[in-house]
């Protein structure tokens, strides 16, 4: 799995992402935090450009792309953050958050696990697995809701990645 949110390309397992069938643009209104350029973090690189209300995150390396979107709620100063790896992706979402500045994002996962009341509406990932994102079972009722009540409850914030903006 992708790290959702990492501008697209860390393989890592983490617990703190959500991964959901349900697009919550249908809910609410995609932001747009950043700039067109090029962002830098941990060695990899990524080249983003906005077409509408997505953001196109291509590998310099080997054109490799990845689709993002940005969401705020009143909940918190964090960003949603939602990545799929097509455009017109209706099957698979990775949602995880982020904290914008000008020239900055950091990628961070958040650690849900006391939040044991939610364990009923997701799929726990095996800890000792590849895939580590949480799934959301009924994506289109619960989605939005455990995204937003992790905030609420504040949780401890691990940042996992730090990109830049180079250009």
């Known amino acids: 799995m992708f790290v959702l949110l990492t501008l697209l390309a860390l393989p890592l397992g983490l617990g703190g992402c959500f991964d959901s069938d349900y697009d919550i643009a249908h809910q609410l209104k995609p932001v747009r935090p ?50 799929t790896w097509r455009r017109d992706d209706s099957h698979r979402f990775k949602y995880g958050y982020a904290r914008v500045l000008p020239d900055k994002i950091d990628i961070f996962i958040a650690d849900h696990a006391d939040l044991t009341y939610l364990d009923r509406l997701l799929k726990k990932a095996p800890r000792n697995s590849a895939t580590i994102a949480d799934e959301i079972i009924d994506g289109p009722r619960d989605t939005l809701y455990v995204l937003r009540e992790v905030l609420r409850h504040r949780p401890e914030m691990k940042k996992i990645l730090t990109y830049m903006r180079v250009s």
């Open 34 to 83: 950043i700039s067109n350029g090029a962002y830098s973090g941990e060695g990899l690189k990524k080249d983003v450009t906005i077409s509408g209300d997505t953001y196109e995150a291509r590998s310099p390396e080997d054109g490799d792309v990845t689709f993002l979107r940005f969401y705020r709620v009143p909940e918190s100063d964090t960003y949603l953050i939602v990545q």
